[in-house]
T-cell receptor, first 113, second 114 residues
């Protein structure tokens, strides 16, 4: 089944403790993105990648890092999480030929205390 | 001002009603216009997309784009309880070396009552 897989689904952590949210897609997509979703603000892009080793900032990149060493994986790294990063996070991917065809993962609900 | 504005609702309608969901935008460069549906505790899923202006119909769903007014709509006919979800509009610009991906509205929460 074609899908984007995120792990973990739920995570509670403490301020300052480094964490990584993994994202993997099995569709050989070139584009991958990370979004956060907050009430009243909708989905905001954190980082995106157009291909292996090619990444760039989205609208809200502060406090996050990403890497794209393999085409299928696009982990999101929070080096020193803070409470304002408590949010619902989504990874998404699409192929180059489908400008509209984004596939989203099921989400990671992160709470930083 | 946000690039994409969407009424958050919530919107409650009786089963069988016609539902109209709308977004306005400010960036005239947007080329693709999409509607995503998001059920509770799930990721958004693409419902419909339109390239440039015009209408597109898919079963009970119709998407409309009016680029002159910078306004897009999603109509749901004969709404069903299973249509209860949050509907997100999204738009993007496709250009060589484009740095931006999707820009979303904040979503409208719809409940269809049996």
């Amino acid at each position: 089944e074609a899908q984007v897989t995120q792990n973990p689904r739920y995570l509670i952590t403490v301020t300052g403790k480094k964490l990584t949210v993994t994202c993997s897609q099995n569709m050989n997509h070139e584009y991958m993105s990370w979004y956060r979703q907050d009430p009243g603000l909708g989905l905001r892009q954190i980082y995106y990648s157009m291909n292996v080793e090619v990444t760039d900032k989205g609208d809200v990149p502060e406090g996050y890092k990403v890497s794209r060493k393999e085409k299928r994986n696009f982990p999101l790294i929070l080096e020193s999480p803070s409470p304002n990063q408590t949010s619902l996070y989504f990874c998404a991917s699409r192929g180059t030929g489908r400008a509209y065809g984004y596939t989203f993962g099921s989400g990671t609900r992160l709470t930083v205390v | 001002q946000k690039e994409v504005e969407q009424d958050p609702g919530p919107l409650s309608v009786p089963e069988g009603a016609i539902v109209s969901l709308n977004c306005t935008y400010s960036n005239s460069a947007f080329q693709y216009f999409m509607w995503y549906r998001q059920y509770s505790r799930k990721g958004p899923e693409l419902l419909m997309y339109t390239y440039s202006s015009g209408n597109k119909e898919d079963g009970r769903f119709t998407a409309q784009v009016d680029k002159s007014s910078k306004y897009i709509s999603l109509f749901i006919r004969d709404s069903q309880p299973s249509d209860s979800a949050t509907y997100l509009c999204a738009m993007n610009v496709i250009s060589s070396g484009s740095a931006r991906q999707l820009t979303f509205g904040s979503g409208t929460q719809l409940t269809v009552l049996p």
